[in-house]
């Protein structure tokens, strides 16, 4: 079975862009959940979606944005980028609506200039 | 508030010495708390969790102990090898539902030869 998959792997973006990052979970996997990696941080949650529902949403501003599709496929986007979102973008998934068991995909390094 | 507090910050220990590494949360409604093992440049990698109706759990080197009345879990690797070397995450969720989850700041754990 496949992991979580994300694309795109790295991406370079400058301030005011917006980026639209992509992620697959696993097989029968309904939970999808975004967060952020700073260098040298914990990752910060963002959001999470159930059945294509938000059912949890981070301390990030109304620039992030994110959906889930009938495959359970996940966007998140982000608008008017600035430099300070420059991260790693994690995505995980887990098979029910709490955040148990999630596993992790390898992430979009996005760099803003 | 909702912190997620992890000590030490950085960890070094002998190869085949023990090592512990320290969690606190604030939401009394949280009731599973994992933890991920991230290396350089990989993804954040589910090691063991804990759900909150059990105080202690192994998993051959690995152990998580629970306190709820003093809010804090803790990780146990025993018999440290080289490959035990990286940055290790605790995490709580945000109420009982646990659509939100919060990370710890991480601990750098350094096996020494």
């Known amino acids: 079975d496949a992991g979580v998959t994300q694309s795109p792997t790295h991406l370079i973006k400058t301030r005011g862009q917006h980026v639209t990052l992509r992620c697959s979970p696993i097989s029968g996997h309904k939970s999808v959940s975004w967060y952020q990696q700073v260098l040298g941080q914990g990752p910060q949650f963002i959001f999470q979606?159930?059945?294509?529902?938000?059912?949890g949403r981070g301390n990030f501003p109304d620039r992030f944005s994110a959906r889930q599709f009938p495959n359970y496929s996940s966007e998140l986007n982000v608008n008017a980028l600035l430099l300070g979102d420059s991260a790693l973008y994690l995505c995980?998934?887990?098979?029910?609506?709490?955040?148990?068991?999630?596993?992790f995909g390898p992430g979009t390094r996005l760099t803003v200039t | 508030g909702e912190n997620v507090e992890q000590h030490p910050s950085t960890l070094s220990v002998q190869e085949g010495d023990s090592a512990v590494i320290k969690c606190t949360y604030s939401?009394?409604?949280?009731?599973?708390f994992p933890w991920y093992k991230q290396e350089l440049g990989k993804r954040p990698q589910l090691i063991i969790d804990i759900r909150s109706n059990v105080g202690e759990k192994k998993d051959q080197r690995i152990a998580v102990t629970l306190n709820k009345t003093a809010k804090h879990f803790s990780l146990h690797i025993t018999e440290t090898q080289p490959e035990d070397s990286a940055v290790y995450f605790c995490a709580a969720p945000r109420g009982s539902s646990a659509s939100k989850i919060i990370f710890g700041s991480g601990t750098r754990l350094s096996i020494r030869p």
């Open positions: 995980a998934s887990s098979s029910g609506t709490a955040i148990y068991e999630q596993y």
């Open positions: 939401d009394s409604a949280s009731n599973y």
């Open positions: 979606y159930y059945e294509k529902e938000e059912r």
